[in-house]
C-alpha cells in the first residue's frame, strides 16, 4: 500500500540492478516514491515495468567523466523540484587476479583508488552533486557502510574494509555539514546479506551471528526506507547496523 503522502516524494538510488539496491527500488516503490537509478547495468526487466521507476541512467561512478554526466543528466530530470533521498548504495569488493579479496600486501595499488573512487568518493560527489535539490527536499542521504568496517571480516579484503570504514567517517561529517541546508544523513550498516554476491563460503559465519541465519535484501531495505522517512526528521549522524547482533560480538 503506497503512503498517502509519499506521491511526490523522489529518490536517487546507486547501484540498483540487483541485490540491496534492486530490493530497495522495490520497497520505496512499493511506497509510492518516483524512483531514479543508475548502475553499470541496464535496469532489470522487473523495475522497468514499474510504474514508479521514473528513469534509469547506466553509469560507472568510478569514472569521474560518468559521474559527472549522471549528475548534469540527473539534475536535468529533476528540474526544480525538490530530490527527498539519495542513497547511495554503489560499491565493489574486487578480487586479484589470482582471486583474492584486494589486501595490504596483494594485488595493484591501482586497485585500492579503484575501491576508494567508487566506495567514498562518488558518495561525497553525489552528495555535492544533489545538495541542492536536496535541500529544496528537506530530504536525506543514505550511505550503505557495511560491518567490514568496523571489524575484521574474513572475506571483505583491506580495500573494502577500509573503504567502507571512511564512508562511516564521511557519514558523520556530512551529517554535520549538510544539517545547515536541511539535509539529515545517516548509514546503514549491512553484515552478512544473502545476495547473489555471496558464496558457500559465507555459511561458515552463521554460527557468529547471534540471530543464527544470514538478513535478507529486503531487511535492509526496509531500514533504508525508515531512516527516509519524517518521522526520523531528528534523527543525523547515525550509523544503523543490521547484523543479525553480529557487530556485538
Not at 516503490?29 to 526487466?45: K, Y
Request: charged share 20%.
Amino acid at each position: 500500500m503506497p503512503d498517502a503522502d509519499a506521491s511526490h516524494r523522489s529518490m536517487i538510488l546507486t547501484g540498483a540492478s540487483r541485490g540491496i539496491g534492486h530490493a530497495t527500488v522495490k520497497r520505496f516503490s512499493e511506497a509510492g516514491w518516483r524512483i531514479l537509478t543508475c548502475s553499470r547495468d541496464e535496469v532489470p526487466e522487473a523495475c522497468k515495468r514499474d510504474p514508479n521507476w521514473s528513469h534509469h541512467i547506466p553509469t560507472d561512478l568510478a569514472d569521474p567523466d560518468s559521474l559527472r554526466r549522471f549528475v548534469d543528466a540527473a539534475n536535468e530530470h529533476i528540474g526544480s523540484d525538490p530530490l527527498h533521498a539519495l542513497v547511495n548504495n554503489a560499491a565493489v569488493s574486487p578480487k586479484t587476479d589470482y582471486k583474492e579479496r584486494l589486501g595490504c600486501l596483494n594485488g595493484d595499488i591501482g586497485g585500492w583508488r579503484d575501491v576508494f573512487n567508487l566506495n567514498l568518493f562518488a558518495p561525497l560527489l553525489l552528495a555535492r552533486g544533489f545538495a541542492g535539490a536536496l535541500s529544496r527536499g528537506r530530504g536525506t542521504i543514505v550511505n550503505i557502510t557495511s560491518i567490514a568496517g568496523h571489524a575484521r571480516h574474513p572475506f571483505a579484503g583491506s580495500a573494502y574494509a577500509t573503504s567502507k570504514a571512511a564512508l562511516s567517517a564521511l557519514t558523520r561529517e556530512l551529517a554535520v555539514e549538510f544539517a545547515e541546508l536541511g539535509v539529515r544523513v545517516n548509514a546503514v550498516a549491512p553484515g552478512e546479506i544473502e545476495t547473489e554476491m555471496v558464496g558457500p563460503e559465507y555459511e561458515a559465519l552463521i554460527p557468529r551471528i547471534p540471530l543464527n541465519r544470514m538478513g535478507s535484501a529486503d531487511e535492509v531495505a526496509a531500514i533504508v526506507h525508515r531512516m527516509c522517512d519524517e518521522e526520523f526528521g531528528y534523527v543525523t549522524g547515525t550509523e544503523v547496523f543490521v547484523t543479525g547482533g553480529q557487530h556485538l560480538l
